[in-house]
């Protein structure tokens, strides 16, 4: 359980697989600004204790590791994360000056998928629960 995160009342180990996409996919705007988005990602994550245990931005995709507190859904960080550096892009790095409304930076969606524990490490532990529960009856049976 090295991998488990506390809480006050909560031990969890919540991680995603994000995928998000740049709407305009202009390889030369891209590559100078490669930095500066993951610089951008990561101090939103820093703000709202998410791990961004990986990531590589991409000229297409950015895939990111994701390790999310159960406080907050998934939904809701990529919203955040989506919404917060699209307006912290246009401007720091594209220099945009006014209002941003109607800009965008993200394609609309995302991929995600769970990163979870082992479906086998899970029905062993889930057998072996059983197994220790009757134990532990036995062994109060035992004892009247």
């Not at 610089?39 to 590589?56: A, H, N, S, T």
């Not at 899970?122 to 004892?143: F, K, T």
Request: aromatic share 8%; net charge positive.
């Amino acid at each position: 359980m090295k991998d488990w995160q506390s809480q006050a009342h909560v031990k969890w180990a919540c991680k995603y697989h994000v995928v998000i996409l740049p709407k305009y996919r202009r390889k030369v705007l891209y590559g100078r600004m490669r930095r500066g988005i993951g610089r951008i990602l990561q101090d939103l994550c820093r703000q709202k204790d998410i791990e961004l245990v990986e990531g590589k931005a991409m000229p297409d995709p950015i895939p990111m590791l994701l390790s999310v507190p159960p406080r907050y859904s998934i939904a809701m960080t990529i919203g955040y994360l989506k919404g917060k550096s699209a307006t912290r892009i246009h401007r720091e790095l594209l220099h945009t000056k006014g209002t941003l409304f109607g800009r965008s930076f993200w394609a609309r969606g995302y991929c995600v998928s769970t990163v979870g524990l082992d479906e086998v490490q899970i029905r062993r532990s889930i057998r072996e629960q059983e197994q220790l529960q009757r134990d532990q009856d036995q062994g109060e049976l035992n004892l009247e």
